[in-house]
């Protein structure tokens, strides 16, 4: 049965738990169970991940953990009992893990691995915590020190919050003040820097206590590695020390290491270390000129490598070589490191033996000649590594430390810190030199000095020698040997570590041993030194040197009995101490030199202190003694502090009259030596004596008597020194006195206690009368002023043993309250002292007390208010309120605190709101004027004053508030105080006063500010509505709650779930309790809206675009009353309107809004619309808003996510469309104008930039009308503002290669500078305008390729949404790169493969389907292509701009397929598709307006292709007979005959008259009989065409080539006599009328292996027909490939022809263009081709078919059956389109317009003039007035370029337009002259084939057209006479009406009836 469990309430899974049964619940390992109920093994609960699903789990695999449980609410919570820190560690390993997993994902490799290294980690440490039973309560403190160092660093580099701490664990906000909360912020704060700048080691800090007071001490640790190349053989011992060379000495003891002769450690237990740490290195020591010095002493022969110098057994210590290191490089290395680093010192050998011991210096000084190496790499290895701290803290630390290993070298003398208990008695000794006879000897001594210490009695003392740190004591030393040196200078350091008890009485003895390097090697005894340790006065041996007495003795002497030579003088201080010795002679010619320094905490070699201590045997010397006491160093007097202070006070007891002054001084003296850093520790001695070991009962007394005069002198003294040492020693002094009066009174039971009381009242007051003068010009007094203040506040404790706490209460309240206000001392900041003093008093444990802070706060609060007011010390008054505020939380309880917050409100809220507003104030100014906000105002100051603020408003009840507001006099006081604290809570909210991850802080100031505002709402509503309504008022409450709402700590939605829940689960939803008291106030406003209509409308706005629902639900209604209240004022909402729009464009591109939100405004704002009488409008409004944000969403989406351009530019084109058509908003249109241009411009679209930007240009207009500034345009006037963006739009059109559109512009232009006969300007822009004139004949363009793209799905944006486009490729883009960059943008849509519209199923669906073709241009400017005398160059341009309308078609049979001709049933579908705008256009694309469809049927298609044959024909027969090629080279025009001639593949006209000609066609076809017979005609003119194109052929054929032409024309006369069954006779000749017209384009295609030249197709095999390589393609919905460029070359002119079996079938076939470009047929264009088949056809003379042409009247023939799936397609042939009226004829020549106008660029003011001008470019519906642009005509004949090869260009150019024109062209005037000088070779008459001729003056205009003035001086505008190869017709072959030609318009500046 299931029970409820009690203790068995949380677990954790230990083991994966899956089951199938349906009520089990899955477990991961380490998840954290909730168990509510037990049965039979099985538990049943729920996860702390899933809590909403409960099921059963086995118990075996839980591990349960104990827990309590609370209530919160109606649920009870389970909470572990566990420590705090491993808790946080647990949860912040799982926030931690889902955002370890994202580093790797953004490839955020580095810190990926060191976060899993830091996690790794944590859990070890988690681990050891949970063990806490094995650690010690120090190692549970580093553990967690630890531990939060590396959390704060990984939530730090996460962007996760701050943890705020105390004690390593994380605080409640809730139990400690706002202060607290903001100093602990700054602590881990600092914490998490130091942790990053330490690399998460923690070991690194600073020692303990207060760094201010007592320095860090520093340590060396220095580790010998090897000896390299260590060759000596012999022992040898390496001391190190450190040597300051600055002052000339060793600071430090010596380590020592000894090696084998191997080179070996000869004590093994060393092996694994060979260190030392120098230790208790002060700042001022890192300061020095610091080496690192190591000598190395060999011990074995005399000589080294002399093996005769003395017997092998005796031993030698000799000098070998010598190292050095200079700190000074080395020491920034190793500061920076937190490990060893190992550096090289290179040892050297002393050149001189009697300069051994400077051999260090010599190095430093670098001396090279007194020292040598003995090899390049013989030195010592060793590490270095820099330790800071204390040094038991880092023994804890570092485990290795205690091992043993590491020798500790102390340095010599004390340490900066001296600390008590540290014993120590060391003396270091050093050998200086010595001066010794010669002895009768040749050469000179090596003598060896022997050091021991004895007792008296001769007794050696035991290990008191010390060579060197890292070995141990000896009992005697030998010196090392100088050879053959009678004045050795040995410079050889020990340290004798003697015991005190032994130092009484011991003395050095020095034996002086002469080395023999004879056989037998005998050191002889020849001399010795003495001295005692202590002298009779019981002082030590001074820190000196001592030049020692040498006594002669032998080898033979014994010392048996020391008092034989102890009573002899040792040095010249002794000498008429000593008793001249009969067993020891002096030798008056040897001295011996030491120096000594001793180290002790127990031995002096001070006499004055020895002096003070036997006191007694000197009396009549008190005096003198005890003034000399200020004399003894600090270190002495601290090593015998108890027995200082114990002799002064029984020098006190015994004659307090006369000792008492003296007395007094000396105790001040000692008390101030305590408070120097070096002495601080000594403190604690210090009170341990007073409270155990001081007797002075009497002395209060006498202390109390000085005490006072000396604060009494202090108003009248000149020199203050000694009262000032006096104030600050009040402290112990009070201490003394407080002691000595409880010993009194114990010993005779409170005797006397009211004149203690009386004289300590007596104390204070004078106390008070010091610190109340006010005297400036007294330094003095202020400084004595300044030391009463410091110690003032110690004395409380002691003062609360005597009195109670009301009374020590009202001494600080009556000496704080006798202290000036203010005081204005310059260079002296007494204030700062004094708000220092009231800070203690205030952490002083007499203010904790309720009782004394009732009398104590009052006058604190005053002198605070003073301060806050004048500005003065902000930072002191913030820490005093901060103090204040920590304890009123710490008494919270306590009925008091009420009554104290009552006074701090009074006193110092409003003041402390006028602070924060001056500080914010400065704070924004200087962020204005620098640029960043000044941290000394802002993060000091600012988070100071703001955490005091926040804190008195947490402690402020209702009943505050309501006595706050009665206070109040007057409304207007009111309404300054609810004005500032309104504005201190903004300011709050936008200068971010708290760091981003400061969340605690944040939330906490958030719902403190909601109170407040919640308890002040109501006072606004009482005295601020209705006839007291104050806009100021509420508009600044309107604008705190708009800013609290959206602040982004209180974002709960961009939050982790876990970290949302649990700031829900504490604070709840505060957006949401915010936005319901703006509700609630803003309905209580009444009439009083109408103000904030339209100002809070953005504001408000930007509330309901919070992401949260019950926010929005709240707002939205809003907008409702704000139009209702509008509609009842003015009958409209006109401001609502347009503010909203307005605001919601800026607050959606912020990122704010979605789609949720749209549906809700409509639907909430419909809704309440409903009920109103102005319910149309409204709705209208509502629904034009909500599409609005339908495009901006759009907009947004491509905006900031990673989408491609076209995305871009199409959102931005589709609102700025609805900016202009829907809501005519101006300035957002002008906005997204400029916007749309910049994506332009990015993109390299110059001529859609152009475009875009030109719509801004047609808003303005030519006058002086200023202008305000708008975006980066300056205010000016709207002139200039045009001329700008006039500029702006010719140089983007000229970079877009569109110099058409940009001529009419610099007209523009030009008119306005020579109306302003601004001269310089106009020479500038018309020779700009000449230049593009040139650019557009010399310059070659790209033709664009078109494509139409159909978005079918409701995936797709809104604005693409079902919708069809045709885009302009980019330059080379053929149909699958086209595909490929669409699918790109949108990868998740689906290609589809037929061009088939899609079904409502499609259009419906949540996908994305994508349908892409291309489509061919159906230029508009027909009257143009028609006109023979314009360039190619100016025609190829309007074919493929200003386009509007584009088609592509269908092959489909009707009927049965006819297998032997299917010319008979082949129809075309053709689908024309009209733009809403003309392409190019403000963007790349445009939406399909119109879609029409029609059919061809067969017989017209072969009319078309026919013609169009003849049209390619003549053109290129034309080309030869105007430009013969170089060298005759008439490949081309070969093939293109034998293509005709010879077309063997498809049969030629053969089929079209199989097809059409046939009876039975005729028959049932009665009414085509008029197309039968144009097509007849047609042939009949092909025919005649071939004919002289064949007689050219005969002119230029090279004689090689004669056999080809003979076969042409076998085969032209069998094709001449296969048509003259056809048609009649007459009809047999052609038509004089009829001509060659226009040339059309000249291009090649290829598919699979057939190749198109122009209307050729080359069935090529795979090999090569006349340098053409074939290609093959495969059939998709994306173009063939191009081929590239050099594979078809010049050679095609000059390669012979293979073989006649190779020979190529031609066939007729359409020109490129005319093909239709689809999926259904490729387009095979190759620009390399093109660009090879310029070079000999001239652009000029292109093939032009008529655009006139009905579609019913085009023809349409191919020659196999067509199927969508078959994978090569056979290449049909399609007519040209229908093409529609001019839209861009070319730029006319300027004229001067009528008096009193100029010229615009409006269809107005060209109205008279150019009235049948059409336009050029693109109209817009956009624009206030159409843009006249004309293209200019050139007025010489048509140029035509020779045959110059000419490679493709590869600029960059994006009109879209290829034109290909030589450097070299030829007048075509010239060219007929030279025609003429030639005769009749080329009009033989005896030719058969006659060329027709015509002239330019067959196009001659009618009378009544206007003049032309085109052609310079040839009459009355008739061009000169010019043969031309044409051929007219009589009649057009279709039946349309005739046009007469264009007339072309007059001369550029030729006025009516004026001169230009």
């Not at 380490?30 to 099985?42: A, L, S």
């Not at 070779?1881 to 009378?1903: A, K, M």
């Amino acid at each position: 049965m299931w029970t409820p469990t009690d203790d068995e309430r949380l677990g954790v899974a230990i083991f994966t738990f899956r089951s199938c049964v349906p009520q089990t619940l899955t477990l991961e390992l380490g998840e954290t169970v909730h168990i509510v109920e037990k049965c039979d093994g099985w538990f049943r609960g729920f996860s702390s991940r899933r809590s909403n699903i409960k099921g059963i789990f086995p118990c075996s695999y839980i591990h349960l953990k104990k827990c309590t449980v609370t209530t919160k609410g109606p649920d009870k919570v389970v909470v572990p009992v566990e420590d705090g820190v491993v808790t946080e560690v647990t949860s912040t390993l799982r926030e931690w893990a889902s955002l370890w997993k994202q580093l790797y994902v953004r490839h955020k490799v580095d810190l990926f691995f060191k976060v899993a290294h830091v996690m790794s980690e944590l859990m070890e440490l988690r681990k050891q915590l949970t063990a806490a039973s094995q650690l010690t309560q120090q190692q549970k403190r580093d553990v967690k020190r630890h531990v939060t160092a590396r959390l704060d660093w990984g939530n730090e580099h996460l962007g996760l919050d701050l943890v705020p701490r105390k004690e390593f664990e994380m605080v409640d906000e809730d139990q400690i003040s706002v202060s607290d909360l903001y100093k602990m912020h700054l602590s881990s704060r600092n914490n998490v820097q130091q942790n990053s700048q330490t690399n998460l080691n923690p070991n690194q800090k600073n020692g303990g206590g207060d760094p201010c007071r007592v320095p860090v001490a520093h340590h060396l640790l220095v580790n010998l590695k090897s000896f390299t190349y260590n060759n000596i053989g012999e022992d040898s011992d390496i001391f190190f020390w450190l040597y300051d060379s600055r002052e000339g000495k060793s600071i430090s003891e010596k380590f020592l290491v000894r090696l084998n002769k191997n080179g070996g450690v000869k004590n093994p237990e060393k092996l694994d270390r060979l260190c030392a740490l120098f230790t208790d290195l002060s700042n001022k020591d890192m300061k020095r000129d610091l080496y690192i010095v190591s000598q190395v002493i060999r011990t074995g022969r005399m000589l080294l490598n002399d093996h005769k110098k003395g017997p092998p057994h005796v031993r030698y210590r000799r000098p070998y070589g010598c190292a050095v290191l200079a700190m000074s490089d080395v020491l920034q290395t190793i500061s920076e490191l937190k490990e060893e680093k190992d550096f090289v010192l290179k040892v050297y050998m002393c050149n001189n033996e009697s300069e051994w011991y400077q051999i260090h210096e010599n190095i430093i000084r670098k001396s090279s000649t007194k020292y040598s190496a003995p090899g390049n790499n013989y030195g010592l290895i060793i590490s270095l590594q820099l330790l800071r701290g204390d040094l038991e803290e880092l023994r804890r630390e570092n485990k290795w430390m205690l091992s043993g290993a590491v020798a500790m070298t102390r340095k010599l003398g004390f340490p900066d810190v001296i600390v008590p208990g540290d014993m120590r008695n060391d003396l270091y000794l050093t050998l200086e030199r010595g001066d010794f006879e010669r002895g009768g000897k040749s050469v000179p001594k090596n003598i060896e000095v022997g050091i021991s210490v004895l007792y008296a009695d001769g007794e050696l003392v035991q290990d008191c020698i010390n060579l060197g740190c890292g070995e141990p004591n000896v009992a005697e030393h030998r010196s090392f040997v100088l050879y053959h040196n009678n004045s050795p200078r040995w410079s050889e350091a020990i340290k004798l570590p003697i015991p005190i008890d032994q130092f009484r009485g011991s003395h050095l003895r020095f034996e002086f041993r002469h080395c023999s390097t004879k056989d037998k090697g005998d050191k002889k005894l020849f001399g010795f030194s003495f001295t005692p340790l202590m002298r009779d006065d019981g002082t030590t041996l001074s820190d000196q040197s001592h030049e020692l007495f040498v006594y002669k003795c032998n080898e033979n002497t014994t010392f048996c009995n020391p008092s034989l030579y102890l009573a002899l003088p040792c040095c010249k201080d002794h000498l008429n101490l000593g008793v001249p010795g009969v067993a020891f002679q002096r030798s008056m010619r040897e001295i011996f030199w030491i120096s000594t320094q001793l180290s002790s905490t127990k031995l002096t070699q001070n006499v004055d202190l020895l002096a003070l201590l036997k006191w007694k045997a000197h009396t009549d010397r008190v005096g003198d003694i005890l003034g000399r006491l200020r004399h003894v160093s600090g270190e002495e007097v601290v090593k015998f502090l108890q027995d200082i202070l114990d002799t002064l006070f029984s020098i006190l007891d015994d004659n307090p009259d006369k000792y008492g002054p003296l007395v007094f001084q000396s105790l001040v003296f000692v008390i101030n030596l305590l408070r120097d850093s070096k002495y601080f520790h000594f403190r604690a001695v210090m009170d341990t004596y007073i409270h155990k070991h001081f007797a002075g009962a009497l002395a209060y007394k006498e202390l109390i008597r000085c005490l006072r005069w000396s604060v009494e002198r202090s108003a009248e003294a000149t020199r203050q020194d000694h009262i000032q040492d006096v104030m600050r020693a009040l402290e112990y002094l009070f201490k003394f006195i407080v002691q000595s009066r409880s010993l009194y009174s114990r010993a005779t039971c409170g005797m006397e206690e009211e004149q203690f009381r009386s004289s300590i009242q007596e104390l204070f007051q004078s106390i008070r009368f010091v610190l109340s003068l006010d005297r400036p010009t007294c330094e003095t007094l202020i400084f004595t002023q300044v030391a009463v203040l410091n110690s003032f506040p110690a004395i409380f404790d002691e003062l609360l043993h005597m009195f109670s706490v009301q009374e020590v209460a009202e001494f600080v309240r009556g000496t704080l309250a006798s202290l000036p206000s203010m005081l204005h001392i310059p260079g002296h900041s007494m204030d700062a002292v004094k708000l220092q003093s009231i800070a203690r008093t205030v952490d002083s444990r007499l203010f904790s007390f309720p009782e004394s802070r009732r009398i104590i706060l009052p006058v604190v609060l005053h002198h605070i208010h003073l301060h806050l007011r004048h500005q003065k010390e902000l930072l002191m008054c913030s820490g005093v309120l901060t103090s204040l505020f920590s304890i009123i939380k710490t008494s919270s309880l306590d009925a008091s605190v009420q009554e104290e917050v009552e006074m701090m409100v009074e006193s110092v809220l409003e003041v402390l709101l006028q602070t924060l507003l001056s500080i914010m104030s400065k704070s924004q100014s200087q962020e204005a004027v620098r640029g960043h906000r000044c941290p000394q105002c802002t993060a000091e100051i600012s988070g100071e004053f703001v955490s005091c603020l926040l804190s008195l408003l947490r402690h402020m009840t209702d009943v505050h508030f309501q006595h706050l507001m009665e206070n109040f006099q007057s409304k207007e006081v009111l309404k300054e105080f609810m004005m500032k604290i309104w504005c201190v809570f903004r300011n709050l909210m936008k200068l971010s006063i708290f760091p981003r991850d400061w969340n605690v802080m944040r939330l906490l100031t958030s719902r403190i500010i909601l109170s407040t505002v919640q308890r002040l709402a109501p006072f606004q509503l009482k005295n601020f509505v209705g006839a007291d309504f104050d806009f100021k008022v509420w508009s600044s409450y309107f604008s705190l709650a708009v800013l609290y709402i959206n602040q982004p700590s209180l974002q709960l939605e961009n939050m982790s779930p876990s970290k949302r829940k649990k700031i829900f689960d504490k604070y709840g939803d505060m957006r949401v309790m915010m936005t319901y008291e703006l509700f609630s106030m803003w309905q209580n406003l009444s009439e009083s809206k109408i103000h904030f209509i339209p100002g809070m409308i953005g504001p408000f706005l930007g509330v309901t675009l919070v992401p949260q629902v019950e926010v929005r639900n709240i707002m939205i209604p809003i907008f409702h009353d704000m139009m209702d209240w509008e509609q009842r004022k003015n009958g409209n909402f006109k401001q609502v309107e347009a503010e909203l729009i307005d605001k919601l464009d800026s607050l959606f591109s912020e990122g704010k809004g979605d789609e949720n939100y749209r549906e809700l405004f409509s639907l909430l704002l419909l809704e309440k619309i409903e009920q109103e009488t102005w319910r149309e409008t409204g709705i209208s409004f509502v629904t034009s808003v909500t599409r609005l944000m339908e495009r901006l969403l759009d907009y947004r989406d491509c905006i900031k996510g990673d989408e491609l351009e076209n995305k871009k530019i199409g959102c931005t084109v589709n609102l700025l469309n609805f900016y202009k058509s829907e809501i005519n908003k101006e300035e957002m249109y002008v906005r997204y104008i400029h916007k749309l241009c910049d994506m332009h411009l990015q993109a390299d679209n110059y001529t859609e930039a152009a475009f875009t930007l030109l719509l801004y240009w047609e808003l303005l207009h030519w006058d002086e009308r200023p202008i305000k500034d708008l975006l980066h345009y300056p205010a000016q006037s709207e002139w200039h503002r045009k001329e700008v963006l006039c500029r702006k739009l010719i140089h983007y059109f000229n970079k877009g290669k569109c110099w058409e559109f940009a001529i009419p512009l610099c007209r523009e232009l030009a008119f306005q500078y020579e109306s302003m006969y601004d001269y310089q300007s106009l020479s500038w822009i018309r020779k700009l305008e000449a230049a593009y004139f040139d650019h557009i004949m010399e310059h070659q363009r790209l033709e664009p390729e078109f494509f139409r793209v159909g978005f079918y799905g409701r995936k797709f944006p809104f604005f693409l949404r079902n919708k069809e486009f045709v885009c302009r490729g980019h330059d080379y883009e053929r149909l699958e790169a086209f595909q490929q960059r669409m699918l790109g943008e949108f990868p998740q849509a689906i290609a589809m493969q037929h061009p088939n519209q899609p079904d409502e199923a499609i259009l419906q669906c949540d996908a994305q389907y994508i349908q892409i073709y291309a489509v061919t241009p159906v230029p508009e400017a027909v009257t143009i292509l028609q006109l023979d005398q314009v360039p190619e160059q100016i025609k190829s341009f309007y074919r493929f701009n200003n386009v509007r309308r584009f088609r592509y078609d269908r092959p489909f049979h009707k009927g049965p397929k006819d297998r032997d001709n299917e010319f008979k049933s082949l129809w075309i579908e053709r689908t024309t598709l009209i733009l809403a705008h003309p392409l190019p256009g403000i963007s790349r694309w445009f939406e399909v307006e119109k879609r029409e469809l029609v059919e061809a049927s067969p017989l017209d298609n072969a009319i078309s292709v026919v013609e169009n044959k003849n049209q390619e024909l003549r053109t290129l027969i034309t080309c030869y007979q105007l430009k013969p090629p170089h060298n005759n080279n008439v490949n081309l025009l070969s093939m293109t005959l034998n293509g005709v001639v010879d077309a063997a593949v498809n049969g030629g006209i053969t089929r079209y008259q199989e097809a059409f000609f046939d009876k039975d066609y005729i028959s049932t076809h009665p009414q085509d009989s008029d197309k039968i017979t144009q097509l007849k005609h047609l042939m009949q003119e092909q025919v005649h065409t071939l004919g002289s194109g064949l007689a050219v052929h005969d002119k230029l054929v090279h004689p090689e080539m004669r056999p080809l032409h003979k076969k042409l024309m076998d085969q032209f006369h069998v094709m001449k006599s296969s048509l003259s069954h056809g048609p009649s006779a007459g009809s047999d000749q052609p038509n004089p009328t009829r001509g060659i017209v226009s040339p059309e384009g000249f291009k090649v295609h290829r598919h699979s292996e057939v190749e198109n030249v122009g209307n050729l197709l080359i069935l090529a095999d795979n090999k090569d027909f006349y340098g053409i390589q074939a290609n093959h393609c495969s059939s998709s919905l994306s173009s063939t490939h191009s081929a590239s460029s050099h594979l078809i070359n010049s050679s095609l002119w000059t390669h012979k022809e293979k073989s006649r079996n190779n020979r190529e079938m031609l066939m007729l076939l359409p020109p490129p263009r005319e093909r239709p470009n689809s999926i259904l047929y490729q387009n095979f264009s190759e620009s390399g081709q093109r660009a090879f088949l310029h070079q000999m056809i001239s652009p000029a003379c292109k093939p032009s078919s008529d655009p006139n042409l009905s579609f019913t009247e085009k023809v349409v023939s191919t020659p196999s059956s067509w199927s969508l799936d078959s994978g090569t397609r056979d290449v049909v042939t399609v007519l040209p389109a229908h093409i529609a009226s001019i839209r861009a004829p070319p730029v006319p020549p300027r004229g001067a317009p009528p008096h009193g106008q100029y010229l615009s660029m409006y269809y107005g003011a060209f109205h008279h003039q150019l009235r049948d001008l059409p336009c050029a470019l693109p109209v817009r519906s956009l624009r206030k007035s159409r843009l006249q642009c004309s293209l200019a005509l050139p007025t010489s004949p048509v140029s035509i370029p020779d045959h110059t090869n000419s490679a493709l260009s590869d600029g960059n150019s994006t009109s879209g337009v290829l034109t290909r024109s030589e450097s070299n062209s030829t007048d075509t005037s010239e060219l007929a002259g030279s025609q003429a000088e030639q005769g009749d070779h080329w009009g033989d008459p005896l030719s058969p084939y006659w060329l027709i001729g015509y002239n330019v003056s067959n196009l001659r205009p009618s009378p009544s057209a206007p003049h032309f003035h085109g052609f310079g001086s040839h009459g009355e505008g008739s061009p000169p006479c010019c043969q031309y190869l044409h051929y007219i017709p009589t009649h057009s072959p279709l039946d349309r009406p005739s046009e007469p030609p264009p007339t072309l318009p007059r001369k550029p500046y030729f006025r009516e009836g004026g001169s230009p």
